[in-house]
């Protein structure tokens, strides 16, 4: 079975419209004027809708492609959001490990890198940036509290919806 595209749906739908109109015209003409008159009324109506979408699907076209546009963006924002929480996250594995010795300070370079590299990325929501920004300043300095406190912000500006922190 064929995909369903925006395209093949308009096409789809106007087909069916036009059907419908050249129907209602040979209807409205064999109740006015006869066979000859249904079949012209018919004809037009149906001309006149084929018409009328060549210039309704160019806007409706333009406009899905806008929509499809704006939809990709906001998916790659989100998408990029969660994974710069899951990398801040595993920089603050890194920051506070949970055996002594348990994480190179090579590891926690890369750790470091990483967070900073997708903090910095321009398709970021600026309150992300913000919170993301305050998060990487507190792990740099160590302070576990502030550290929580600023990734419990983090998780909120990435999930707006859940009204909560992390904990």
Do not use: K
């Not at 055996?99 to 309150?127: C, K, M, W």
């Amino acid at each position: 079975m064929t995909t369903l595209t925006p395209a093949r749906a308009l096409v789809l739908l106007w087909s069916g419209i036009t059907c419908l109109v050249v129907v209602a015209g040979g209807v409205l003409g064999a109740l006015l004027g006869g066979w000859t008159a249904s079949v012209l009324a018919g004809l037009s109506a149906g001309a006149v809708c084929l018409t009328g979408s060549v210039f309704v699907r160019r806007r409706v076209m333009t406009r899905f492609a806008v929509a499809e546009q704006e939809a990709m963006a906001r998916g790659y924002a989100e998408g990029l959001s969660h994974g710069l929480l899951a990398v801040v996250a595993q920089y603050e594995a890194a920051v506070f490990p949970m055996s002594a010795g348990g994480v190179t300070a090579e590891e926690r370079l890369a750790r470091r890198g990483a967070a900073y590299r997708i903090a910095a990325e321009a398709a970021l929501p600026t309150p992300v940036r913000v919170a993301a920004a305050a998060a990487l300043a507190a792990l740099d300095e160590a302070d576990p509290r502030r550290s929580r406190d600023a990734i419990g912000r983090l998780f909120s500006a990435v999930n707006p919806g859940t009204g909560g922190s992390a904990e």
